[in-house]
C-alpha cells in the first residue's frame, strides 16, 4: 500500500504543475510500468510454482507446504514463491524461490528448527 501512495502522490504533484501535457505523460509512463511489471511478475510465479518441486529436490530437499507467492511494486525480476522445506537431516526452513535471467535461485533461507546457542 505504501508504493501506491507514493504514486498518488507523484500523481498529484504532477497534476498541480502548469504543464498538463508534461503531467499526462507522466501518469502514462507509470501506468505503464504497472500493467508491466504486475504481468511479468505474476506470469514468473506460474513459471516458478512449475519448476520448484524438482529444483528443491535436486538440492536435497522435501516440501513441507506452500506459502504463497509474493509480487514486488516493479519487480523487475519477477516474483517469489514461498515454501517450507525439509533436508535430509530433518531440518526446517522457509525460503523463497525467484528466476533471474533464466537461472532459478534460493533467496531469504531461514532455518525454523535450529538450536541456538544463545
Same mark, same amino acid.
Given at each position: 500500500?505504501?508504493?501506491?501512495?507514493?504514486?498518488?502522490?507523484?500523481?498529484?504533484?504532477?497534476?498541480?504543475?502548469?504543464?498538463?501535457?508534461?503531467?499526462?505523460?507522466?501518469?502514462?509512463?507509470?501506468?505503464?510500468?504497472?500493467?508491466?511489471?504486475?504481468?511479468?511478475?505474476?506470469?514468473?510465479?506460474?513459471?516458478?510454482?512449475?519448476?520448484?518441486?524438482?529444483?528443491?529436490?535436486?538440492?536435497?530437499?522435501?516440501?513441507?507446504?506452500?506459502?504463497?507467492?509474493?509480487?514486488?511494486?516493479?519487480?523487475?525480476?519477477?516474483?517469489?514463491?514461498?515454501?517450507?522445506?525439509?533436508? #535430509?537431516?530433518?531440518?526446517?526452513?522457509?525460503?523463497?524461490? #525467484?528466476?533471474?535471467?533464466?537461472?532459478?535461485?534460493?533467496?531469504?533461507?531461514?532455518?525454523?528448527?535450529?538450536?541456538?546457542?544463545?
Amino acid at each position: 500500500m505504501k508504493e501506491w501512495r507514493t504514486l498518488w502522490k507523484i500523481i498529484n504533484e504532477a497534476s498541480n504543475t502548469n504543464n498538463q501535457k508534461l503531467f499526462k505523460m507522466k501518469k502514462l509512463f507509470l501506468l505503464v510500468i504497472i500493467a508491466l511489471s504486475v504481468s511479468s511478475c505474476y506470469r514468473d510465479v506460474e513459471k516458478i510454482k512449475k519448476v520448484a518441486p524438482s529444483y528443491l529436490k535436486e538440492r536435497g530437499y522435501k516440501i513441507v507446504s506452500y506459502d504463497g507467492y509474493e509480487c514486488d511494486f516493479l519487480a523487475i525480476q519477477g516474483g517469489f514463491v514461498w515454501y517450507q522445506v525439509k533436508d #535430509s537431516d530433518g531440518y526446517l526452513y522457509n525460503l523463497a524461490i #525467484s528466476e533471474w535471467r533464466g537461472e532459478y535461485h534460493i533467496y531469504n533461507q531461514k532455518c525454523l528448527n535450529a538450536v541456538s546457542n544463545k
